[in-house]
Structures are given as structure tokens and as C-alpha cells.
């Protein structure tokens, strides 16, 4: 009996591999997943995503079993936030937003998280694309994802990316819809806690910005006010400033010079005193509000455009805080960093503020003490203040101007950083402009060597030979220059130097002269600069000066008069191509008058005028006395 078992077993086990291989032959294959997302493929990641399935998790204490069978599918892991991130920076990165949107629509919830989708809305607020930045905000509300600070911050920091918002009132109306919903998320952050790190002016900064971009001036008042005097939720460094560069905005709109146009102003300006004053006492009261150069130069800007007063109380905030003190005063250790940016603003102030001499007195004391932070805009500033000063009768100043103009001129020979002084177009007619104003021909001659390399005494009287060409690197004069240079040797009365100057006219040309086409010492066309607006201007007004300069050294034909030399008969032609323009270009004659152009102290009509009034007013003052 023992025997027929073996023999049944030894049967079993000859026939159970072949009865393996018939099984695995006639069964059907099972695929591990059935179902696949038509995604992205990501090859460097180690999770997948086609499917995402609980994997087995590791106890402790046990060993994982490990499948050695080459046929069997690889192991699948889920998707993880971070990796989720890493691919839509990668999509957005190579302009795939819309793909990446799409991507992140159909991953499942668990690799999903709030910064998953800050990023996507990060992105699409860097592509300018805020309707989908407020359709990502709705969608990851709708997916049960509570925003949070960073979310909100997202949001409003894309939105603030928006440089005007004409035509984009739905847009907007999104923005208010996001602005309500901070409010409220940070009601109920206070109930909870009311020191939570959830609560945060940021968002609320950005707000303003937004506003003061849309011209909605008083709901970016209504949502200063809305915050708090203390506490996290109370105005910081960059609330302030958003208020100041809205103030300014809104007053740099209305700059012209109707009534209502000075109100605005003049209220933008007092606005400005009150929120520095209320940011004032709390840092007094011991608020942690670092005050930097940008605070400081915002609120510059907006208290120029207000009264008087206004202006006594931003040049004591450049005395306290930036050490710059008025002569005869004494000025405390500087709070804040001098940077190019604010010296820029300061020197603005004084002129828009008509204090010239106190422009004069900032940058003499900086380039005693600290030239580094000088650059070629501060000069140009400074160089109107000179122009403004000779129009006020002042003699002296061309020379102090050109004076600046050799400065910056040494200063670029040894300053390592040099480059930053260089003179432009603009430096050299701003020089020019005072010369013409104080009737100094030398000084504008010197300035005109200066710029375009030519030797003054190769156009004087009795030089012979041609004048030598220019050197590499200088500057030609465009019509803005030359209006002042032929305008100065009329203004002189001197004959040498008017003819001294019709030769240089003869030299450059009349029609390259009157060119719009001017360029700088770079090549490049002025962009941006005051004179460039008003080239028309500065054209009829150097044609007519030219006019006005032969006719003086070229008398009138008569029939006892001499026949005319070589030199003057160039003159003569030079004056019929000043004509010729000025007839051509009629109809283009502008209208408008430049600010250079404008007397400070108004027209001599009017000086009389005053001079009249003020005389009567003497007279009858002195008769009501003596009775």
C-alpha cells in the first residue's frame, strides 16, 4: 500500500509544472491600473502620476517583503505637494500657464495643498493674467481650501502688478470681492487669537496701492482707516508709503492751475502732514516702524505740491532724518541712508519750492561730504536752480553753472565711479540757459567748447585756417542748446561775439541745427528729457534768433551801401534757410510756452504794472498818515 502512494505522488509531481504553465498560458492578463489621467509626463520624479493609490504603509519592527519578480509592475507612490509645486513652476517657467492650470485642476485632492495653489496664483499674477488669478482664488475656495495670509497676499500682491485700470472694471470689482474676504478672515482670526500671525497689514497695503492706481482715492481712505492703531493689524513702513505715493499721484494729476486743481493739491499735501504725524507719535509711543529713504522720499514728493507750509515741513523732515540742515542751522545725526533717488527728490522739492539757493547750498555740501552719491540728475537740478537765479536779474550765476558743469567733468577723469557724472545734451543747455539768462558770452562759449570739442578762437576775429573737427565723443548741439547760444551772443550786444557766433552757425548748419533727430554722446535719442517734448519750440526759437543775429551784422541794402564780403554773403544764406523754415513750418508753430522759456518774476508788462500798484498803494499810505 505504501508503494501506490509513492507512485501517486511521484505522478503529482511530474504533471504540476506543466498544469502551472497551461494556467498561466490560458489565463488572461489583469493590468495593476485600469484607469489613467491624460497628464504631463515627469520623468525626473519618483512618484507617479497616472493613478494614485494607498500604498502599503511599513510598520516598525517589520521587514518589507521584497518582489523580486522582474514582470511585476513597479511600485507606485503618491504625489506629494511639493512635487505638485515643482511641476507647475516648471510649466509656468516654460509658458505652459494654462497647462499647468489644467494639470492642477485634475490631480487629486490629497496631493494638494493652500501652497500649491499660491503658486499657481503667484505665476499667473507674473503673467499678467488677473482674470485667472481671481478664478483660481474662486475654484480653490470651491475645492475646500481655505485661504490663508500667504493667500491673500498672493492675490492682492498680483493685482497691485496692474498699471492702469481703465476698462477693467470687472477685474476690480473682483479685487473688492478679495479685499471683504480678508476682512473677514481677519475678524475671525481676532476671535481666536488676537496676537495670531494670520493677521497682517499686507494685504491691506496692496489694497491701497490698487486704489490709488484706480483713482479711488477715498476707498483707499476708508481701508487706511479701517486698520487699527496698535496691534498686527495696525499700519507698518509699506502702509505709509502707499498712502504718501497715493497722495502724490493724485496731486501730480492735477497739476495745472485752475482752482480746483490747487484744492486738490493743497489737500493732497495736508493729508500727507496728517498721516506722518500720526506715524510720528507712534514711533514715538514706541511702535518698531523703520523709517528708510523711500518713506522719507515718498512723502517729500507729495508734501511739494501744498502751501508753503507744507514745504517748511518737508525740509524739516530732510533735516531730522537726513541730516541736510538749511544754512545757519544744525542738523542731527542722519536716521536714514542718503541714496541717489532721495537727493533726487530733495533737490525736486527745492526747486518746485523756488528755494534756489537752498538747491545750491544741498549739493555744494555734498559734494564736500559725500560726492559718491552724486549723480549726473542731481547735477541737472541743480543747473535749473542757476538758470532760475539769472532770471531773476542774478549776473553771477553762468559762471557758478559752468563752474558744476568742470566738476562733474574732473570728477568723471578720477572717480572710479565717474561714469555716473558724466554731462549729457540736457547738462550742457542747462548751462547754456543760465548763460543766455545772465548775458554772459564768455561762460556760454567756454560751456560750448566743452560739448562739442571745437576751439572758440577758431570763429573769432582775425582766425585763419579751417577750425579743426571734433574730437571722438563729443556731443552735437540740437535746437534747444542753440536757441540759448545764439540767443546769449544777441542778449551780450557785443559785434565780435555775434559774429564769433554766426561763424559756429555757419560751421554746423542750419538744417542739422533745426533737426529733431538730435542725439547724445551715446547715440541714443534723448528719451524722456524736457527739451525732447518741446523740440518744436526750441526750433522757431533758434530759426528767429538766427534771423535776428544777421540782421544785425548785415545792414539792409541801399545804394550807397558796400558790396558785401564773401563771409557775409554766407550769412545771408544762412538767414534765408532760417526763413524758409520758419515759413514752411507756420502751421506747426507751438503755442505753449516751455518752463524754461517762463519768466519767474512774469513779463515786463506786468513787473511795471506791480511797480505802479505798489507806488499808489506808498502814495496813499503816506497821505493817510499825515492826516
Known amino acids: 500500500m505504501l508503494r501506490n502512494v509513492h507512485a501517486t505522488v511521484d505522478v503529482v509531481k511530474r504533471r504540476l509544472p506543466s498544469a502551472i504553465r497551461l494556467a498561466s498560458t490560458t489565463a488572461p492578463e489583469k493590468t495593476a491600473y485600469s484607469r489613467k489621467l491624460l497628464l504631463p509626463k515627469f520623468p525626473d520624479s519618483g512618484a507617479s502620476s497616472s493613478q494614485f493609490l494607498p500604498g502599503h504603509k511599513s510598520r516598525k519592527g517589520k521587514a518589507k517583503e521584497k518582489n523580486d519578480d522582474p514582470n511585476s509592475p513597479p511600485t507606485k507612490h503618491l504625489l506629494k505637494p511639493f512635487q505638485l509645486s515643482a511641476r507647475l513652476n516648471a510649466l509656468c517657467a516654460g509658458g505652459r500657464l494654462d497647462e499647468a492650470v489644467e494639470y492642477l485642476y485634475n490631480t487629486p485632492r490629497d496631493a494638494q495643498n493652500n501652497a500649491v495653489w499660491n503658486t499657481l496664483i503667484t505665476h499667473a499674477g507674473n503673467a499678467k493674467r488677473f482674470r485667472m488669478v481671481f478664478d483660481i482664488y474662486i475654484e480653490m475656495k470651491r475645492r475646500g481650501f481655505k485661504p490663508t495670509l500667504r493667500t491673500f497676499g498672493s492675490v492682492m500682491g498680483a493685482f497691485a502688478k496692474v498699471d492702469s485700470w481703465e476698462g477693467r472694471h470687472k477685474v476690480f470689482r473682483s479685487v473688492h470681492k478679495v479685499y471683504e474676504d480678508y476682512l473677514e478672515y481677519v475678524a475671525t482670526a481676532k476671535e481666536h487669537n488676537p496676537d495670531s500671525p494670520e493677521i497682517s497689514p499686507g494685504p491691506v497695503s496692496a489694497f491701497i496701492t490698487i486704489c490709488s492706481k484706480a483713482g479711488d482715492y477715498k476707498t483707499a481712505f476708508d481701508a487706511y482707516n479701517s486698520l487699527d492703531e496698535e496691534g498686527p493689524f495696525s499700519p507698518n513702513i509699506v502702509t505709509y508709503t502707499g498712502m504718501f505715493r497715493m497722495m502724490y499721484r493724485r496731486a501730480s494729476a492735477r497739476d495745472g492751475e485752475s482752482e480746483e486743481d490747487i484744492k486738490i493739491r493743497e489737500r493732497c499735501a495736508s493729508d500727507a502732514r496728517l498721516v506722518w504725524r500720526q506715524m510720528v507719535k507712534r514711533i514715538e509711543n514706541g511702535a518698531k516702524i523703520p523709517v528708510d529713504a523711500i518713506v522719507i522720499s515718498s512723502v517729500i514728493q507729495a508734501l511739494a505740491f501744498g502751501r508753503p507750509a507744507d514745504h517748511i515741513a518737508a525740509f524739516d ?3 531730522d532724518y537726513v541730516g541736510l540742515a538749511k544754512p545757519g542751522e544744525t542738523a542731527p545725526p542722519p536716521k536714514v541712508t542718503l541714496s541717489p533717488p532721495l537727493v533726487q527728490d530733495i533737490l525736486w522739492l527745492c526747486n518746485r519750492a523756488q528755494k534756489y539757493r537752498l538747491c545750491v547750498h544741498y549739493i555744494q555740501h555734498l559734494m564736500e561730504t559725500n560726492p559718491d552719491v552724486l549723480d549726473r540728475g542731481h547735477f541737472d537740478h541743480v543747473l535749473t536752480a542757476y538758470g532760475s537765479l539769472s532770471a531773476m536779474g542774478s549776473l553771477t550765476e553762468a559762471a557758478r553753472a559752468l563752474q558744476k558743469l568742470e566738476w562733474m567733468l574732473e570728477r568723471e577723469a578720477i572717480a572710479k565711479d565717474g561714469w555716473r557724472v558724466h554731462p549729457g545734451l540736457s547738462t550742457y543747455t542747462l548751462v547754456l540757459i543760465a548763460c543766455w ?34 574730437k571722438r565723443g563729443a556731443i552735437a548741439p540740437d535746437a534747444a542748446s542753440m536757441a540759448s547760444f545764439v540767443r546769449t551772443a544777441l542778449e551780450a550786444g557785443d559785434p565780435a561775439a555775434m559774429r564769433q557766433c554766426a561763424r559756429i552757425v555757419s560751421r554746423l548748419g542750419v538744417g542739422a541745427v533745426l533737426s529733431a533727430e538730435a542725439e547724445d554722446e551715446h547715440g541714443s535719442h534723448r528719451a524722456g528729457a524736457r527739451f525732447q517734448r518741446d523740440h518744436a519750440f526750441y526750433a522757431h526759437k533758434t530759426a528767429q534768433a538766427i534771423v535776428d543775429l544777421v540782421d544785425v551784422l548785415v545792414p539792409k541794402k541801399t545804394e550807397g551801401s558796400k558790396p558785401l564780403s564773401a563771409e557775409e554773403r554766407e550769412w545771408v544764406n544762412t538767414r534765408s534757410e532760417a526763413r524758409t523754415f520758419l515759413i ?32 499808489w498803494d506808498l502814495i496813499h499810505r503816506e497821505q493817510k498818515s499825515a492826516r
Open 584 to 615: 514752411e513750418q507756420r502751421k506747426d508753430r507751438p503755442k505753449g510756452t516751455p518752463q524754461m522759456e517762463e519768466q519767474p518774476l512774469g513779463s515786463a508788462k506786468g513787473l511795471a504794472a506791480m511797480d505802479s500798484v505798489v507806488e
Open 317 to 319: 523732515i530732510i533735516r
Open 437 to 470: 539768462r545772465a548775458k554772459d558770452w564768455e561762460s556760454a562759449l567756454r560751456t560750448f567748447e566743452l560739448m562739442t570739442g571745437y576751439r572758440g578762437e577758431d570763429f573769432a576775429d582775425g582766425a585763419s585756417g579751417t577750425p579743426r573737427p571734433p
